[in-house]
T-cell receptor
Framework: DAKTTQPPSMDCAEGRAANLPCNHS???????VYWYRQIHSQGPQYIIH???NNETNEMASLIITEDRKSSTLILPHATLRDTAVYYC?????????????FGTGTRLKVLA | EAQVTQNPRYLITVTGKKLTVTCSQN?????MSWYRQDPGLGLRQIYY???????DKGDVPEGYKVSRKEKRNFPLILESPSPNQTSLYFC?????????????FGPGTRLTVT
């Protein structure tokens, strides 16, 4: 599985869009990009995933660059409850390995 | 309610005393996994299972055992716990096939080994 690089921390003002970047320069063609978040010490929660097209759901939007080497998770109107650690993962079950590599993620703090 | 449950949620034990942390899911998921989380190290995968009787090592399997005799259960066994296994542990499950690869995580088990 390809590894990802994320900034260790970010701040965002409440009500503003939070843009969380992720670099995955060694991603292969069949690997998806997944985002999870973890609030305090709770179990991580799935947010969104995508292959090459941009994706949007009720929680967030995922923008993947055309070369697929990086992506951005967008929380359009961040609230205090979005304060969490956000993990970007790239993987595919067809790559021959079934591991998950979460890394250390980005600690997002939403400021009032 | 679809969920992953872990027991116990909190455990304090002594070095060398065997323990088992249970994990159960009610979603008929094939894939189950254990993670540990330590400050500054993020989430690291210990073991995973693709189905009954099929398990494999994650990135940090040393000192742990698992078994998958039933689809819904995936216990984590520490035969001889040591202080460096003090950590927050999460169990997770997901369907094996399909376009939706979301993992569902349990609430966590905080283990302290003295």
């Amino acid at each position: 599985d390809a590894k990802t690089t994320q900034p260790p921390s970010m701040d965002c003002a409440e009500g503003r869009a939070a843009n969380l970047p992720c670099n995955h320069s060694t991603i292969s063609g069949n690997e998806y990009v997944y985002w999870y978040r973890q609030i305090h010490s709770q179990g991580p929660q799935y947010i969104i995933h995508g292959l090459k097209n941009n994706e949007t759901n009720e929680m967030a939007s995922l923008i993947i660059t055309e070369d697929r080497k990086s992506s951005t998770l967008i929380l359009p109107h961040a609230t205090l409850r979005d304060t969490a650690v956000y993990y970007c993962i790239v993987r595919s079950d067809t790559s021959g390995t079934y591991k998950y590599i979460f890394g250390t993620g980005t600690r997002l703090k939403v400021l009032a | 309610e679809a969920q992953v449950t872990q027991n116990p949620r909190y455990l304090i034990t002594v070095t060398g005393k065997k323990l088992t942390v249970t994990c159960s899911q009610n979603m008929n998921h094939e894939y189950m996994s254990w993670y540990r989380q330590d400050p500054g190290l993020g989430l690291r995968q210990i073991y995973y299972s693709m189905n009954v009787e099929v398990t494999d090592k994650g990135d940090v399997p040393e000192g742990y055992k698992v078994s998958r005799k039933e689809k819904r259960n995936f216990p984590l066994i520490l035969e001889s716990p040591s202080p460096n296994q003090t950590s927050l542990y999460f169990c997770a499950s997901r369907p094996w096939e399909g376009a939706y690869y979301e993992q569902y995580f349990g609430p966590g088990t905080r283990l302290t080994v003295t």
